[in-house]
């Protein structure tokens, strides 16, 4: 490793990350070769230990984007590290939802025959993407880092109210305008037990993963930050000083 | 005891001399009469060429109605906060002492006002180009949703408009951070609106929980964001 580059892994997360390795190894065997095939659905009912795992860690993301938001708000010392975690987590719930999203439609095409059906529950998803990417955006706006924590945390917290309040209200515009949809009938599937373990193990992995790129990514931000703030003439103080050491 | 009501009598007062500013501004500039208004009645003209069919029109007219007036709506927030940071307006008024809190309630006025006139506008234009049924008292419904969704839409427009306000690039920004926040008052303005219209069959009388659907909607926002707006404008 050349002495220019700052690594973001410490010896826990290179722990962690091998951990989730072997773990996704083991997932991938079991979810496509060991768990068994669905009486109805074939093969095909394995997308689900990506997709389920996927919109999981998509709700813990903008969860914890919330509540560090909160946590930076609310704190005597608003440390900035709180909003370099909210902007991680963001970003890699976004990643998550996407993966969600797209997977459940090609799901939803060879379960269904549609990539789309107007349910409430993909279309409230569809906002949380939404809704989500639009704060990526305030936090790229500009400014000094205290109003981009400050703005995007607010912004977090309003993204609480305004997902609920939405689900709300397309769960009704569905229900007086739909009869039930075939995404309903989905719900009611009896899971084997290996299937019910494999798609824990999918959950587990994909939790493990989200901690480790959080872990990484909020310290890629950090140093980001360092850079905007330190700008180059730092750097080639820096670079000065070494060559005047040698 | 008398302070709490003292302060309340302030934050009125000064709510409403903020939103009487932000109307003068508009009957000065007559932006709205001149350019967002005609503009949300091309809007309508163009759904016709797009769709095509006078049953359709009719059928979907609600929406439409609703749909120009979110789009009409981006062109009147990004123009009621162009006013206040061209001059450093916004920082003077906070400099000047006025409450975060009356300075979001007279600009959502305002911005609800300049909505409500544009509906009647818009609602206008439907009648006549769309030939929508409007009897008194689907208009009564009508008249109720329009004011409480414009309600709604001016706390949500001068929370978003807040936020993006004095960023670059806000332009483009702001749509994609209003347009998702907007759809549950989308969908109960138009299905309120389609009682009112009797499109698709609707009975006047299903309207009114879809109103008090816009109601909570409008209530929450005005509560939430009069404590939001000083963090996300104090800069």
Request: one cysteine or more.
């Amino acid at each position: 490793m050349s002495a220019t580059s700052t690594p973001t892994g410490t010896r826990a997360t290179r722990v962690l990350g091998f951990a989730t390795l072997a773990l996704t190894v083991w997932l991938i065997v079991f979810g496509l070769f060991v768990s068994a095939e669905d009486v109805v659905q074939g093969s095909t009912v394995r997308i689900m230990y990506v997709h389920v795992p996927s919109i999981w860690v998509a709700y813990v993301a903008f969860a914890l984007t919330a509540v560090v938001s909160a946590v930076y708000l609310s704190g005597k010392n608003r440390s900035l590290a709180w909003d370099r975690v909210a902007g991680a987590s963001a970003e890699i719930g976004v990643l998550f939802v996407a993966i969600s999203l797209i997977t459940g439609s090609l799901w939803g095409r060879l379960t269904w025959g549609t990539y789309w059906v107007w349910d409430a529950r993909l279309t409230s998803t569809a906002f949380l993407f939404i809704t989500y990417i639009g704060y990526l955006a305030v936090r790229g706006l500009g400014g000094t880092f205290r109003q981009r924590a400050r703005r995007s945390a607010v912004l977090a917290l309003l993204a609480v109210l305004e997902i609920p309040l939405v689900h709300f209200s397309v769960v009704i515009w569905r229900s007086l305008h739909q009869e039930s949809t075939v995404a309903n009938s989905g719900t009611d599937v009896e899971l084997d037990g290996l299937m019910l373990f494999t798609l824990f193990l999918g959950i587990v992995t994909f939790t493990m993963l989200f901690v480790w790129m959080v872990l990484h990514r909020q310290r890629g931000l950090a140093l980001q930050d360092a850079v905007d703030s330190h700008g180059l003439d730092v750097a080639i103080e820096q670079r000065r000083q070494e060559a005047e050491v040698r | 005891m008398s302070a709490a009501p003292t302060s309340m009598k302030r934050l009125v007062n000064l709510a409403r001399i903020v939103m009487l500013k932000d109307l003068r501004a508009e009957v000065n500039s007559r932006v709205l009469v001149n350019q967002v208004a005609p503009f949300s009645v091309v809007i309508m003209i163009l759904f016709a060429f797009a769709l095509d069919n006078d049953g359709i029109l009719q059928r979907v007219a609600p929406g439409l109605v609703w749909l120009a007036t979110m789009f009409s709506m981006l062109v009147v927030v990004q123009r009621s906060f162009a006013v206040e940071t061209a001059d450093g307006a916004l920082d003077a008024l906070r400099v000047a002492g006025v409450d975060t809190r009356a300075l979001f309630l007279g600009k959502s006025l305002a911005l609800g006002v300049q909505l409500c006139a544009l509906d009647v506008i818009l609602v206008t234009t439907a009648f006549f180009l769309y030939n929508v049924q409007l009897e008194p008292s689907g208009l009564l419904v009508v008249f109720v949703t329009v004011v409480l969704a414009c309600c709604g839409l001016g706390f949500i427009g001068t929370l978003y408009g807040g936020l993006a306000a004095g960023a670059r690039g806000r332009e483009t920004l702001l749509p994609l951070l209003l347009l998702p926040v907007v759809a549950p008052v989308l969908i109960g303005a138009t299905r309120a609106t389609e009682a009112g219209f009797k499109s698709g069959g609707a009975e006047v009388s299903e309207g009114w929980p879809w109103s008090g659907l816009l109601l909570v909607f409008a209530v929450i926002f005005g509560v939430v964001g009069s404590v939001a707006f000083g963090p996300l404008i104090d800069e």
